[in-house]
C-alpha cells in the first residue's frame, strides 16, 4: 500500500481532524515523498504500522515513536534508514496515533507484547535479524522489549530514562507521586504541557504550530500510563544480556542532559555505548534527520 492509503479511516477513537489539516502538517515537515514509499500493516486488528520495504533478506529495524507521538511524523527518517540496506517498520504504541485503544493508555508490559506480535507478523516474510530503535520514552520500552525477547539483537536508545536514577530531585518526586496518585485514580489525565515545554522543544521549526494542534499527538496522559512507564525497573542494570545496545544523545539536549546519558552507562551491568551528537538537540529527528539517518544506520550496520 502507499500514500493512497487513508489510515484515517481506521481506530481513530474518536480523535477528530481535517484532511486539510493533515495535509498541511505532511507538508510543512516534509513528509509528502517519503509517506508514498510507505505500506501499512495492522497487527491484530489494533496495532497501527508503517513499513519501508528494502529487501526480503534485508535487517528489520523497529521504531518506537517518543512521547506523545506517533510513526508517520518520522516518515524521512524511518524511510532514509530503509534506504541504506533496512526494512524499517514504524510502530504506533496502542492509544496513540492510528492504533487503537484509549488515548495515552498502556502498560509497559502490553507494549512488550504488541512488539513481540509484530515480530512475529514479520517473521512470516522476513527472517531477520531483527533489532529495535526508541526514540525518547521509546527507548526505555525498546530496551525493555530486547531484555525478554531474544529475537531481538540490537537496541538503539534516543536517549534512555531508566528509572533507578532520577535526573534530580524533581523527577524522583515527581515519580513518586505519580505511582502513589495512579493507586486511587489510575485514568486520570496529567497535562505533559506542566513538565515538557513543547513551545520551546519546537522554537523555529516551520511545523511547529501545526504539530502543536495535531489531534493525535498525546499531550494527556493517564497516571496509569505514566506510574507504569516510572516505575519499571531495567534488567540491564543488573545482569547481562544477549543484545547490543547504545544511546543517541544530543550534546545539548533540553530534556535530559548529556551528563545522564553518561551516569546511566556507567551505573549498567550490561555494556552501553554513547553515541554523542554535536551540537544537536533532543528533537533531532525532525531538526536534522540526515544526520539521524546516518548515525542509525551505521549502528545497526554494525549490531545486525
Known amino acids: 500500500m502507499n500514500d493512497f492509503f487513508n489510515p484515517m479511516n481506521f481506530f481513530s477513537d474518536k480523535v477528530e481532524e481535517s484532511a486539510s489539516g493533515r495535509d498541511v502538517l505532511r507538508e510543512k515537515l516534509g513528509l509528502v515523498p517519503f509517506l508514498k514509499q510507505r505500506e501499512i500493516i495492522t497487527i491484530n486488528e489494533s496495532i497501527h504500522c508503517e513499513l519501508f520495504h528494502h529487501s526480503d533478506e534485508a535487517p528489520v529495524v523497529i521504531f518506537l515513536p517518543g512521547i506523545g507521538t506517533y510513526c508517520e511524523l518520522y516518515a524521512e527518517l524511518l524511510a532514509g534508514v530503509s534506504a541504506q540496506g533496512f526494512n524499517v517498520v514504524g510502530m504506533d504504541l496502542r492509544g496513540h496515533g492510528y492504533s487503537a485503544g484509549t488515548r495515552g493508555d498502556y502498560r509497559v508490559e502490553q507494549i512488550i507484547e504488541d512488539i513481540g506480535a509484530v ?16 526514540y525518547s520514552i521509546g527507548g526505555l520500552l525498546a530496551v525493555a522489549a530486547a531484555e525478554r525477547d531474544v529475537r531481538i539483537l540490537s537496541v538503539l536508545c534516543g536517549t534512555l530514562l531508566v528509572t533507578e536514577i532520577a535526573p534530580d530531585l524533581v523527577h524522583q518526586f515527581g515519580w513518586s507521586w505519580t505511582w502513589s496518585s495512579a493507586l486511587f485514580f489510575p485514568h486520570m489525565k496529567v497535562p505533559m504541557k506542566t513538565f515538557i515545554d513543547y513551545e520551546e522543544l519546537l522554537k523555529g521549526h516551520p511545523a511547529a504550530a501545526e504539530i502543536s494542534k495535531d489531534p493525535r499527538i498525546v499531550y494527556d496522559y493517564p497516571l496509569g500510563t505514566l506510574a507504569s512507564l516510572f516505575t519499571h525497573t531495567s ?35 550490561h555494556p552501553f555505548e554513547l553515541i554523542e551528537l554535536k551540537g544537536e538537540g533532543h528533537m533531532v529527528p525532525w531538526d536534522n534527520p540526515k544526520l539521524l539517518i546516518k548515525e542509525v544506520s551505521e549502528w545497526f550496520k554494525r549490531t545486525l
Not at 512470516?124 to 526508541?134: A, D, E, L, N, T
Not at 540491564?236 to 545496545?245: I, R
Open 119 to 134: 515480530i512475529d507478523h514479520l517473521s512470516v516474510q522476513y527472517k531477520g535479524p531483527f533489532g529495535v530503535y526508541g
Open 235 to 269: 534488567g540491564s542494570m543488573k545482569k547481562y544480556f544477549n543484545f547490543k545496545a547504545a544511546i543517541v544523545h544530543g550534546e545539548h539536549d533540553e530534556v535530559l542532559p548529556l551528563s545522564y546519558s553518561k551516569q546511566v552507562i556507567e551505573s549498567m551491568t
